[in-house]
């Protein structure tokens, strides 16, 4: 306390007084530093030298076998089928959740009475986890059974006669992991609607006034002045939905599990299995490492933008 | 009488901690402090299906060097995961002078045998090639179980043409389809050629195979529709109200049946499986360095005993590894398969941990799991072939 206050008072001249400074917030940030250090980097490390390592039991195997762990990785069925699963549900989960969410943003950027309560209704799935979600999607698209009959979303389609929309949902090696991406946009459409919103609600009533002096239509000024605007904020939704959606785990492990034929089956789930399943900790590893890699080629360059962009300002 | 022992602790470790397999281990233990009753117990047990995490936590243990003095391991080659000529302890002088040699079946001590070692004390076995079939829909239909794979077919379309689904199948878990396919290897290869195929002198290669995979191919052919959405037990439910006809499953049906108070059911060997026991089994190992060797020893001594094997299989389920059991404690189905027990020829289930380590046996579940939706034969065995050189069995 007084030495911040201190800090502010006394002008940074004395060179002595700067030492302790200084060396306080050395002190201060070390922790983290040091934790983040080891615990992060250090274990990415480690992650990275196993999966170059012949350690396929239980225990321990430090020898090292080069790029033999990738090569039989990339050559697995199941390996491949997840990478393909992946790019599925990174495309659909995107333009899913950007869509719906700008047209909730729209929506509830009209004024429109009780603009509160329905915001908290569409940004509440965010508050609830992945697993619950999951379970909850599960009983939701559940094809049904023997004794009980259709069950859930068939259920409704059943009552009211649209019985041509059921299916087997997750249970459908066809469908597979399309069911996962309905559950996970549900979850996470609200909060790019908030973000879009914020950014709407940046907006100056001044530009859409000009725009409408100039005779647009509603519709043209969402989509030729707002959208364009919103750029920034559709290029962070991005970013954040990308890198969940690669790193996927929890919601496909309490809905569908890896599902017939791996159909709903992604790297991380594989990567779960593997390693604590199969023991086989190097070729873990190796999944973990590509997963590691795929998120930094989406996160990086973002990261490198934004710096940037701020050192600019 | 036993020597008493001086008190102290013995350490316990499992993943046992709920249901029978609890009642089943308390058993243990009460016949262990029957005879040791100044030893103080320790049931240091860890929650998780199928042991997932028990395993985790017993190999930092084991690596840390602070072991607990006995611990189960599925019996067969899971106990190769723990390296054990460097971490447990041989039980060759306890087997022989217990005479364990004697009352335990000649296939099952050449499965516990690694690197020429007993590593561990099996306490009960489970049997995975039972085909269960539903006595009603089978009375209704005059059929009789099937014996081989064209019986098998012969029933299954009589079964079709009413209407009845021929065979029940649940394989949401991703292992059921590995467990159905090592009873079809069995069925097809006999006892011997498929116990080459975990040890290298059966190819995977081999014509058999493939006529394995086509048999397999074809009863797919007959199964439920919703396979993909239920659990083995989920898919139970067709047996128990009449719309389903027959279903592979290991014998914890018998009590999930008994616990669903259903009793209309029948059972017989897979096809092409009279004769042969398709055996899992849990053991418990002795770590090098325990703390309290006496107590560990005496404690390997109960799990192999009469006695210890009594208390802990009617409650668990399971049958005694031991020939010698009173067989009038089990239920008919059980009794049925204790005297499989003493007379078939044994081999070890794959899916359950018993004929090759976990890398090889995960690899095996992966791709017969992949194969349900496929059906891609010659893609199939091609990977099966390639499992078995990752595993460093074959060339």
């Known amino acids: 306390m007084s030495m911040a206050q201190a800090s502010i008072a006394a002008p940074r001249k004395s060179k002595g007084w700067l030492k302790t400074d200084r060396l306080l917030a050395f002190v201060l940030i070390a922790p983290s530093v040091i934790a983040i250090a080891v615990f992060v980097y250090g274990f990415i490390g480690f992650t990275t030298f196993a999966s170059f390592t012949k350690w396929d039991a239980l225990l321990p195997d430090f020898s090292l076998v080069g790029w033999r762990n990738y090569e039989k990785l990339f050559d697995t069925t199941r390996f491949q ?166 790193k996927i785990f929890d919601l496909v492990v309490s809905m569908t599990g890896p599902g017939p034929g791996f159909s709903s089956d992604v790297p991380a789930f594989f990567m779960w299995d593997t390693t604590f399943r199969g023991n086989n900790f190097a070729q873990g590893a190796g999944i973990a490492t590509i997963l590691l890699i795929s998120v930094a080629v989406l996160i990086v360059p973002y990261l490198i933008y934004s710096t940037h962009t701020e050192a600019e300002v | 009488m036993p020597k008493p022992a001086g008190g102290g602790k013995l350490e316990m470790f499992s993943w046992w901690t709920a249901g029978g397999e609890a009642d089943g281990l308390n058993g243990m233990f009460a016949a262990y402090k029957k005879q040791y009753p100044s030893v103080e117990i320790v049931n240091a047990t860890v929650a998780g299906g199928a042991g997932t995490n028990a395993k985790a936590v017993m190999t930092t243990r084991l690596f840390g060097g602070d072991p607990p003095d006995s611990f189960q391991v599925h019996a067969g080659l899971e106990v190769a995961t723990y390296t054990p000529d460097k971490y447990l302890q041989p039980l060759d002088d306890i087997f022989a002078s217990e005479g364990w040699d004697k009352v335990f079946p000649k296939d099952l001590l050449t499965l516990l045998k690694y690197q020429d070692h007993y590593w561990s004390v099996p306490v009960n076995i489970h049997r995975a090639n039972v085909m269960w079939y539903s006595k009603k829909v089978f009375t209704d239909n005059k059929l009789e179980a099937p014996k081989t794979f064209d019986d098998f077919f012969k029933v299954a379309d009589a079964l079709k043409a009413k209407g009845i689904v021929p065979f029940v199948m649940g394989d949401k878990e991703g292992w059921e389809s590995g467990h159905v396919f090592e009873t079809v290897l069995i069925g097809t290869l006999g006892a011997d050629g498929y116990r080459g195929l975990w040890t290298g002198k059966t190819a995977w290669t081999d014509p058999k195979v493939t006529e394995a995979l086509n048999n397999y191919k074809k009863m797919l052919s007959y199964t439920n529709t919703d396979h993909a959405a239920l659990t083995w037990d989920g898919a139970g439910e067709y047996l128990l109200n009449g719309k389903g006809g027959m279903q592979i499953m290991g014998d914890w049906q018998d009590g999930w049946f008994t616990s669903k108070k259903f009793t209309d059911y029948g059972w017989a060997p897979a096809p092409g499986n009279s004769g042969i026991f398709d055996a899992l089994s849990d053991s418990f190992a002795m770590p090098k360095g325990v703390k309290n060797t006496d107590n560990a020893k005496n404690w390997i001594k109960v799990a192999g005993s009469k006695a210890g094997q009594e208390a802990f299989n009617p409650k668990k389920g399971s049958i005694c590894a031991r020939t010698d059991c009173d067989q009038s404690l089990f239920n008919a189905y059980l009794q049925s398969a204790g005297k499989d027990w003493q007379s078939n020829a044994l081999v070890p289930s794959v899916v359950h941990g018993a004929a090759a380590f976990e890398k090889w046996a995960t690899a095996y579940k992966d791709t017969m799991a992949l194969f349900v939706t496929s059906g891609d034969v010659a893609k199939t065995q091609a990977a099966l072939a390639q499992n078995c050189k990752d595993a460093g069995v074959c060339k």
């Open chain 1, 81 to 246: 089928i997840d990478l393909g699963n992946t790019v599925v549900f990174t495309i659909l989960f995107l333009i899913a959740c950007l869509m719906l969410g700008f047209m909730l943003a729209v929506l509830l950027d009209q004024r429109i009475r009780f603009e509160g309560l329905f915001r908290s209704v569409f940004l509440f799935p965010l508050a609830i986890s992945y697993i619950v979600t999951g379970v909850v999607w599960r009983w939701l698209l559940n094809p049904g059974s023997v004794q009980l009959g259709s069950t859930g979303v068939n259920l409704l389609f059943e009552k009211v006669g649209l019985d041509f929309l059921k299916n087997g949902w997750y249970t459908d090696p066809n469908i597979g992991i399309k069911a996962v991406v309905i559950a996970a946009t549900w979850q996470m459409s609200g909060y790019v609607m908030a973000m879009y919103l914020a950014g709407m609600r940046g907006i100056s009533e001044d530009l859409r006034e000009a725009a409408r002096v100039d005779g647009a239509t509603e519709v043209q000024v969402y989509r030729h002045i707002i959208l364009p605007l919103l750029q920034p904020i559709t290029l962070g939704a991005v970013i954040i939905l990308g890198h969940m959606s690669l």
